[in-house]
């Protein structure tokens, strides 16, 4: 079974461009989530979605955004970028919500801004 | 306020040595807790998966404990390679579908 798949794997864009992250889960997982990871800094967690839908949120501005498609892929974006969106993005994908069961990584999208 | 804290932030060792690393967490009631290995650039990769009911899981050489009375849990490595230098980060998810809650990480560091 193919494990969860991140593209673009490296990303290079400057100030004020915006930028689109995909996500493709495990077939069968309904659930994906995002997350944000800066070097020495913990996952902090941007959002989820369930069925097409948002279920929770993070403490991230309106310039993050996302969306899940009805064949659970998703995408992430982020507008107006500012220097300290360089990052490296995670996505994980779950049968259930809310992380309940066990969540699957993908390698991640490393974003660069300049 | 649900919370998971590891400790220590870093640690060296040698090659073949033991080391163990400790979670503290708030989360009550969770469904699981889970330990993760993370290569520097890559994304993490699961090691152990434990319901609130369980009190030991193993992994090849990695074998986690959970102790739900003092809301503790802690990873112990066995005969440590090179290939163990990594992040491991301890992860609780509360009941009920709310947020995962992912601890900071404990950067191992292993040297010949």
């Known amino acids: 079974k193919a494990g969860v798949t991140q593209t673009p794997r490296y990303l290079i864009k400057t100030r004020g461009q915006q930028v689109t992250l995909s996500c493709s889960p495990i077939s069968g997982h309904r659930s994906v989530s995002w997350y944000q990871q800066t070097p020495g800094q913990g996952l902090q967690f941007l959002f989820e979605y369930f069925s097409e839908t948002q279920r929770n949120k993070g403490n991230f501005p309106g310039r993050f955004s996302g969306r899940q498609f009805s064949n659970s892929r998703s995408e992430m974006n982020v507008s107006t970028l500012e220097l300290g969106d360089s990052a490296l993005y995670l996505c994980a994908s779950s049968l259930a919500r809310g992380g309940g069961l066990e969540q699957f990584f993908g390698p991640g999208t490393r974003l660069t801004v300049l | 306020k649900n919370q998971v804290e590891q400790s220590p932030q870093s640690l060296i060792i040698l090659e073949g040595k033991n080391c163990t690393l400790q979670?503290?967490?708030?989360?009550?009631?969770?469904?699981?807790l889970r330990w993760y290995k993370q290569d520097t650039g890559r994304g993490p990769v699961s090691l152990t998966i434990m319901t609130f009911s369980e009190n030991t899981k193993s992994n090849g050489r990695y074998t986690a404990t959970l102790d739900a009375d003092t809301k503790q849990s802690s990873l112990h490595i066995t005969a440590s390679q090179l290939s163990d230098s990594a992040s491991y980060i301890c992860?609780?998810?509360?009941?009920?579908?709310?947020?995962?809650?992912f601890g900071a990480g404990t950067r191992l560091f292993v040297k010949a």
């Open positions: 992860v609780v998810s509360p009941t009920g579908g709310f947020k995962t809650i």
């Open positions: 979670c503290n967490y708030t989360v009550s009631p969770f469904s699981n």
